[in-house]
């Protein structure tokens, strides 16, 4: 074993327990945030995974908006990435993402340290094994061509990422009241939520409560059934693997 | 000494469910900066008010943070003035020994100790 995982293909299903869990996890021991808001950054401190906004090299990176460094337990983010500064949903769905890599990719005890290397030795590179994340495209996410190891890692990551910071019990907890065909009421679970708006669309098209054409939005199987999301992370983080 | 200030306020904040964004937020600094803070890698200590707005918020003792940080009362920076101007050759010297071989600073801390409190020998 090393610190990053042999690659696994995960489904939706199996990405969005590993988020329930988590989110289970930090309820039980009582580190949820106080505004929801501020989750993604909460659950890096769940983990212990310092944020750390740095100067990136564009030469030797290209256009990246974050880092992982497993093995130093840090989240570096890009400082020059403007974006990261003035779209909070951005902000959130990107330590999100990376926070997905660190539970779905890492070997976490071996990341720590805390069990030594099984099979082969590290070598220094392999030690300071980082995820570049190029882009923090939500778009990712309903791409079907993946191909490379790498882009699958992405997906699952920006998929976990999309899964914690808008888990289905959450969801119908903020649709209460509201109109999931009307802009202005998404725009309030999006603030809410602190997710940016397309991020938002993808996740209750994925749940099937909305569907989308053009800049129109039509009821979904499940909002023309009226049949409900799960009421609590409890009920679908219980599910086995 | 593994406690450094960036660990001592990270793990405060943790404990107290702040974000970074927040924290900055409440000590008036830019998240960008507290994140150098707590990954002990900023440019300068946090100017005394910022210290104490930190320790008040993460309920920290001021004064040990403000140590942790590098930073020093302004009483103890006005006996480092008064030597420097007096000892304007020794002091620099004297300093980088002591930084440099914390046996010697040791001996001199408690030589200092023996001569304030004589009764404690």
């Keep these: ?211 989308e054409s053009g800049r129109r939005l039509y009821p979904g199987r499940r909002l023309k059934s009226g049949e409900p999301l799960l009421a609590s992370w409890q009920e679908s983080s219980s599910t086995p693997d | 000494m593994d406690q450094t200030f960036g660990k001592r306020l990270r793990e405060a904040r943790r404990s107290k469910g702040y974000s970074q964004r927040e924290l900055a937020g409440f000590v008036d600094v830019d998240y960008t900066y507290l994140s150098k803070l707590e990954n002990d890698r900023a440019d300068y200590p946090p100017k005394e008010d910022v210290l104490r707005a930190l320790a008040r918020h993460l309920e920290l003792d001021a004064e040990e943070l403000s140590y942790l940080a590098g930073r020093i009362t302004a009483e103890d920076a006005k006996v480092v003035q008064d030597l420097a101007k007096t000892h304007q050759k020794q002091m620099p010297v004297l300093l980088r020994t002591i930084r440099d071989n914390p046996a010697i600073a040791q001996r001199i801390l408690q030589e200092a100790q023996q001569e304030e409190h004589p009764e404690d020998l």
């Design chain 1, 1 to 211: 074993m090393g610190v990053i995982k042999p690659h696994r293909q995960l489904n939706k299903k199996q990405i969005e327990q590993q988020a329930d869990k988590v989110l289970a996890a930090m309820q039980s021991n009582d580190f949820m945030p106080k505004k929801w808001s501020n989750l993604a950054e909460r659950t890096a401190d769940f983990f212990d995974l310092c944020v750390d906004w740095v100067p990136f090299d564009p030469k030797q990176d290209g256009i990246v908006a974050a880092k992982i460094y497993p093995t130093d337990k840090r989240i570096e983010l890009n400082l020059d990435f403007q974006a990261l500064h003035t779209n909070e949903g951005l902000y959130q769905s990107t330590v999100s993402h990376e926070v997905g890599h660190w539970v779905l990719q890492i070997n976490q005890a071996e990341a720590e340290g805390t069990i030594f290397q099984g099979e082969l030795p590290l070598t220094p590179a392999m030690d300071r094994e980082i995820f570049l994340c190029r882009t923090v495209d939500e778009q990712m996410l309903y791409q079907t061509t993946q191909r490379t190891q790498s882009d699958w890692r992405e997906w699952q990551a920006q998929y976990f990422s999309s899964c914690l910071l808008m888990p289905q019990f959450k969801i119908e907890e903020a649709r209460k009241g509201r109109n999931l065909l009307n802009w202005n009421h998404l725009k309030a679970i999006q603030e809410e939520l602190g997710v940016s708006q397309r991020n938002l669309v993808h996740r209750l098209k994925d749940l099937e409560l909305i569907e």
